[in-house]
């Protein structure tokens, strides 16, 4: 049974930082892409970042480059994403993702998502 649990959500001033983990059982943790992405209430759920098998190749949305930093431990079957100079507009709910392609015309693209956490909830306060 795959089980994704996310972790390191919580309420934050804006100009802090946060660190977030998801801790991956039950499947081949370095054959997966993995990704975040992020709802906020009334959104649609969207793209954050993603990391390829090795943890070489890195992508990120525009809203967050520079500030946000993806990386991975396959020895822990672990992924990170460190979360600096966060604003009002980072506020909403955090996923961990694992799928298996990366594709190169989408790479947060929601259909191609295997796994899912249940999320952990960032706020951002101004």
């Known amino acids: 049974q795959v089980q994704v649990v996310e972790s390191g959500g919580g309420l934050v001033q804006a100009g802090g930082s946060l660190r977030l983990s998801c801790t991956v059982s039950g499947l081949a943790f370095d054959a997966y892409v993995m990704g975040w992405f992020r709802q906020a209430p009334g959104k649609e759920r969207e793209g954050v970042s993603c990391?390829?098998?090795?943890?070489?190749?890195?992508y990120y949305a525009d809203s967050v480059k520079g500030r946000f930093t993806i990386s991975r431990d396959n020895a822990k079957n672990t992924l990170y994403l460190q979360m600096n100079s966060l604003k009002p507009e980072d506020t909403a709910m955090y996923y961990c993702?694992?799928?298996?392609?990366?594709?190169?015309?989408?790479?947060?693209?929601?259909?191609?998502?295997?796994?899912w956490g249940q999320g952990t909830q960032v706020t951002v306060s101004s």
């Open positions: 993702a694992a799928k298996r392609y990366w594709n190169v015309n989408d790479v947060f693209e929601i259909s191609e998502v295997n796994y």
């Open positions: 990391i390829n098998w090795s943890g070489r190749t890195t």
